[in-house]
Every structure is written in C-alpha cells, then in structure tokens.
C-alpha cells in the first residue's frame, strides 16, 4: 500500500500469485489458477486441466480510450440475476478485483471456517461494494509482505506508478456469462449472452469451450493500435485441480 492507503503494488499475471492470494482469502482445495496460452489453438487447449471455470484476461489499456464497457453486448431479460460486481476505487487493484470478482460470486469453493472473504460476504450481503475498498486495503496491509515480495517475479513498480495493462474477469452464473470489471464506463458487470451446450446439472460452465468468451476476448487483441501490443495479453484460468 502507499502512505493515504489509496493504491496497491499491481500483480503479476501469474497463476502462483494469484493462487496464493486467492487461498488467503479463503479459497479451498479443488480447484488452482493455471496458465492459458491460446483460446484458439487446440493443441495447447488439449492440455489444460478442465473444467475452467473462470478466466482472467489481462490486456494492455489503448490511449484515449475508455478501459472497457463500450463494446457491444446484448441486453439479458428482465428476470436474470446479475453477479456481484465490485467498483474499483484503488489504484492498481485491478488483479485483486479480478479475483474477488471470481471468488465472491463462487463463494461455495470458499473455506467455511477461515475464510475472510466468506465472512465478509456474509456481513455484506445487501451491498457488497459497502466495505469492499476497506476489506481491500486491510487485506493488503495484513499480507504487505505478501504483495511486496510474492506479486511476481519482476521487480515492484511503485503502487502509485500508472500501470498500462488491466485485469478483467470472465464468470458463469445460471449458465449465463458474464464480463466483470470494475472499471468498467456503465458501472456493473457486463452480460454476453447464454453459455451453449452445457450439462444443466453442472453449476459452473467450462468456459474455455464457450465461443461467447473467445470471440469478447479476441475482440480485445483485436483492438489493439500494433502487433507488438498483443505480446501484452495474457490469460489465466481457475480449473479443476486433478493434483
């Protein structure tokens, strides 16, 4: 954290990191972050441990554009029941946002006796964007040592340096998916539409198999100004751990 407790060393887009911190905040065992290389090639997907549940995109922010929320997504009925989404107010936060966003709306991998965002969830069920930045800024004051010498493997940038590259978070939520970012221009989580060919016995959709998250995600490397900027992209994904 910075002096004011406004900013937040960023994170490296590495599945240890963010592993590590999801199992402060409470994650269980089952499931572990892992590295995608390609949405596209078949050959590397073949290797992923699958499901994936949910996928951190982590993509370079264009200048004199908006970070996102002005692509085109369709509308989802009036009976959907949104995810949680969490406004981000602290700077450079957006790996520990990306990763609320997934384990407040899956909160049944939580541990249930020492999970701290568990008990935050419970205690803020009618608003969970009540307390969020407070949660944050204890979270990452108690685990300073954790940010300042676990948040990657290259050298820590100052947490009030501007960082160029932002984290998002892709979900399913009643076989619906979803974009979540909490810098997003319309102030919520973003609907892409319904997930396709899944078992409706399962709760959560494997979505690297779902074209929705590929095509959202391909529109992103897509916009980028040069090609040396996709070099800039990376993605994770929380998936079923057969360790």
């Not at 065992?29 to 441990?49: H, R, T, V």
Request: charged share 25%; aromatic share 10%.
């Amino acid at each position: 954290m910075n002096k004011d407790q406004t900013a937040v060393i960023p994170l490296e887009s590495d599945p240890a990191v963010f592993d590590g911190f999801s199992r402060l905040l409470g994650l269980g065992p089952g499931y572990k972050f892992i590295d995608i290389y390609s949405i596209e090639d078949e050959n590397l997907i073949a290797f992923l441990e699958r499901p994936i549940i949910a996928i951190i995109l982590l993509f370079p922010v264009q200048q004199g554009g908006n970070v996102t929320g002005d692509k085109a997504a369709p509308a989802p009925s009036a009976d959907t029941q949104a995810p949680v989404w969490l406004k981000q107010n602290i700077c450079n936060a957006c790996g520990p946002y990306a990763l609320l966003h997934i384990l407040t709306n899956y909160r049944d991998l939580l541990r249930k006796d020492d999970s701290p965002l568990r008990e935050y969830c419970e205690k803020n069920k009618g608003n969970m964007n009540a307390n969020i930045d407070k949660f944050i800024v204890d979270f990452a004051t108690k685990y300073q040592s954790e940010f300042t010498e676990n948040s990657g493997s290259s050298a820590n940038p100052d947490p009030e340096a501007a960082i160029d590259l932002h984290f998002i978070t892709y979900i399913s939520k009643d076989h619906k998916l979803w974009e979540l970012d909490g810098r997003a221009t319309h102030q919520g989580p973003t609907y892409l539409g319904e997930a396709s060919n899944v078992d409706a016995s399962e709760e959560y959709v494997d979505l690297i198999d779902q074209p929705l998250i590929k095509q959202r995600i391909l529109s992103y490397m897509n916009s980028v100004q040069d090609e040396s900027s996709k070099l800039n992209f990376s993605l994770m994904g929380l998936a079923k751990s057969y360790d």
